[in-house]
């Protein structure tokens, strides 16, 4: 199971850590994956959805509709919902 957006398809970062004396060391910069259910009123069902808390704010502002097909539109949509 990937620790990708259902909706925008964002993943993890790469990076580095860096130590007060400037060593690095390889990190992984995760996203803030929630599951979560939404209820899609044009098709009338609740689907449940892996999104980042930045997705979900998005969500609360557009609604699902608009960012479903926003999504559908961008080809960016990893779950058919």
């Known amino acids: 199971m990937s620790r990708k957006d259902d909706i925008t398809g964002k993943g ?3 990076g580095y850590r860096s130590s007060k004396s ?3 060391t390889k990190h992984r910069f995760q996203l ?3 599951k979560r259910r939404f209820y899609v009123p044009e ?3 609740w689907v449940t959805l892996k999104v980042s808390a930045k ?3 998005t ?3 557009k609604g699902i509709s608009a ?4 999504a559908r539109k961008k ?3 990893i779950k058919e919902v």
Request: net charge positive; glycine share 4%; hydrophobic share 30%.
């Open 55 to 57: 997705t979900v704010r």
């Open 12 to 14: 993890a970062l790469n």
């Open 22 to 24: 400037n060593n690095k």
């Open 67 to 70: 960012v479903l097909k926003e």
């Open 43 to 45: 098709e009338d069902k």
């Open 59 to 61: 969500i609360n502002k």
């Open 32 to 34: 803030n994956l929630q």
């Open 75 to 77: 080809g960016t949509l």
